[in-house]
């Protein structure tokens, strides 16, 4: 890269992929900051499985910052493992009264 030319950020499909991750996430945040938590942590756990998912699809020089481990099935296991975690939890905790 030469002085003059200007570096795309981000310059990969997995650090794009990446910043939508942290979007939903972040909405998910708000959304169970203010009203129904169930629908929030849903959302964030479905933004963790888009990006497993986009994980798997990637090569690894695409990946971007969603290759944090050496190998891919470890990214995708993690990513995919509390996902679903989160999903799950929020559809089984009992609502409580009051």
Same mark, same amino acid.
């Given at each position: 890269m030469s002085t003059g030319e200007r570096r795309r950020i981000p310059s990969t499909l997995g650090g794009r992929v990446y910043l939508i991750v942290v979007?939903? $996430?972040v909405a998910g945040l708000v959304i169970t900051a203010l009203g129904p938590w169930r629908r929030g942590i849903s959302l964030i %756990?479905? %933004? *963790?499985? /888009? %990006?497993? /998912? $986009?994980?798997? *699809?990637? #090569?690894? &020089?695409?990946?971007g910052m *969603? #290759? !944090?481990? #050496?190998? &891919?099935? !470890?990214d995708v296991l993690m990513l995919g493992g509390v996902g679903t975690a989160l999903i799950v939890l929020a559809s089984v905790i009992p609502s409580q009264p009051g």
């Open positions: 979007a939903i $996430t %756990g479905a %933004g *963790l499985l /888009f %990006g497993a /998912f $986009t994980r798997t *699809l990637l #090569r690894e &020089r695409d990946a *969603l #290759r !944090v481990r #050496r190998h &891919r099935w !470890v």
